[in-house]
C-alpha cells in the first residue's frame, strides 16, 4: 500500500529543517486591483489582503484529516479565491513531503473562515516507527491581479502508515 501511496503521490522536496513552528501556520498574501504596488513597494489603497491557515493534522482511530484554507481578508473579499488542503507523509527515504490525501477545491471567499478538509485512512501498528505527517494549504486570490500562498501546519508524529 505504501509504494502504491509512493507513486500516486505528488512530491514536493523539503528538508527536514524546514519544518513548521507549533500552532497553527499562516500566510497572508496581498493583490490590488490596480496589479501593481506603489513607488515606496506598499501595497495601494484599492489592494487586498488575504490569510491563509494551515491547522495540525488530527488522528483518531485510523483516519486523519488536514483542515485548512483562507482565514480572513482585509478589508473585504478579493473578486474570487480559492484553497485546498492536503495531507502530507514525510518519506525519510528521499527527504520529501508526499502528498497522500487532498480536498476538493474551495471557490468561497472569507468572511466567515473558509475550510476544506483531507481525509486519509491509515493503519496503526505499534511496532513501526513514527512517521510525519502535515497539513498543507494551497490558495490563491484574485483582484486585479491573482497572488498565491503555499502553507503547511504543525508536524504530526504518529504510528500510522
Known sequence: ????????????TVAAADE????????????????ATTPDGSMPDDSVSCTFRAEKPNYSGSKMTGVGGIKSCTPHAPFSCNSESEIEWYNPGPGRWLTVAQSNTQH???????????????????SDPLYSYRTRVIGSIF???????????????????
Do not use: K, N, W
Open 1 to 12: 500500500m505504501a509504494a502504491a501511496l509512493l507513486f500516486a503521490a505528488r512530491a514536493q
Open 20 to 35: 513548521p513552528a507549533p500552532g497553527p501556520i499562516e500566510q497572508t498574501i496581498h493583490a490590488s486591483a490596480g496589479g
Open 108 to 126: 468561497q471567499c472569507p468572511p466567515p473562515y473558509r475550510t476544506t478538509t483531507a481525509a486519509y485512512a491509515c493503519e496503526y501498528r505499534s
Open 143 to 161: 483582484y486585479g491581479e491573482t497572488q498565491s500562498a503555499d502553507v503547511s501546519g504543525q508536524i504530526l508524529q504518529v504510528r500510522c502508515l
